[in-house]
């Protein structure tokens, strides 16, 4: 069992930048992968980034070239950078672990951007 929480949402303008940390309870070291989700009103959650034990990151296609995905397997942290923030990037965002048989997520953050 992890327990994952994250921090850094707030309220940002358009074109501006907001960094995300999730800090998991035990190392993050041997699952295989931890990533972040959002969820804006009356959507449904999708998929933003993911970061494996291996070292490969995938981003979603909205995002690719704006956020970065960085993980701390010494510090038991996942952050996410993100820049050029656009209105529709207003969401709360999820920080998410995947092991081979288990699925773990946090609370959520809440990212608001003004247009």
């Known amino acids: 069992q992890v327990q994952l929480v994250e921090s850094g949402g707030g309220l940002v303008q358009a074109g501006g930048s907001l960094s995300l940390s999730c800090a998991a309870s035990?190392?993050?070291?041997?699952?295989?992968?931890m990533g972040w989700y959002r969820q804006a009103p009356g959507k449904q959650r999708e998929f933003v980034a993911r970061s494996t034990s291996g070292g490969k990151t995938t981003y979603a296609d909205s995002v690719r070239g704006r956020f970065t995905i960085s993980r701390d397997n010494a510090k038991n942290t996942v952050n996410l950078q993100m820049n050029g923030l656009k209105p529709e990037d207003t969401a709360v965002y999820y920080c998410n672990g995947q092991t081979w048989d288990d699925e773990y997520w946090g609370k959520g953050t809440q990212v608001t951007v003004s247009s």
């Open positions: 035990r190392s993050i070291f041997s699952i295989p992968s």
